[in-house]
């Protein structure tokens, strides 16, 4: 079955926005790499061109292996060069949920998570790295499939189209 209501075939990140990491990571790394050789230390040398190669897995990945799609009638995520699969039947989701978790920044909170909750499965992605209208069209094509399914105060507000109230996302117990 196909889903076509405006929503892409693949729901990928959006690399603007995680431009960040991406800078960050090869700036250190050649730092590393620049002291590694005016030191003649082949460790350092080794070490940098590791921190660099690990950068360009990483925006590999993102670029064209990290997915969000309906497949087969299940809500399929991809990641870590499709070697990660989470994988959720349409008919059983009975929830979609934002959450935010800790994060290791002072106590500070993730983006809203979307998580899609099966009668089993569950699919947890965090959001910041994707476009909101993409995540609405995927949202709104779940619906459409299965209108049972319920929605949380935030995605609620995706959906209708109204910016999401900062207190309406829950809290992870952990």
């Known amino acids: 079955m196909t889903y076509d209501r405006g929503m892409p075939a693949r729901v990928r990140p959006d690399l603007f926005t995680l431009w960040p990491a991406w800078i960050g990571l090869p700036i250190f790394g050649s730092a590393v790499l620049a002291l590694g050789v005016q030191a003649s230390d082949t460790a350092l040398v080794g070490i940098g061109l590791a921190l660099l190669l690990v950068n360009i897995a990483i925006v590999l990945d993102h670029a064209y292996f990290t997915t969000l799609a309906i497949e087969d009638d299940a809500l399929v995520s991809r990641s ?84 999401p109230r900062p207190g309406s996302v829950a809290e992870s117990r952990w």
């Open 80 to 163: 870590r060069f499709g070697l990660r699969e989470e994988r959720v039947p349409i008919g059983a989701i009975q929830r979609i949920d934002a959450k935010r978790y800790p994060t290791t920044h002072g106590g500070a909170l993730s983006a809203p998570n979307l998580v899609v909750r099966g009668r089993t499965e569950t699919v947890r992605m965090n959001t910041k790295p994707y476009r909101m209208r993409e995540l609405r069209a995927l949202v709104v094509a779940l619906r459409a499939a299965n209108p049972a399914i319920a929605l949380d105060e935030f995605w609620t507000a995706v959906v209708e189209g109204r910016d």
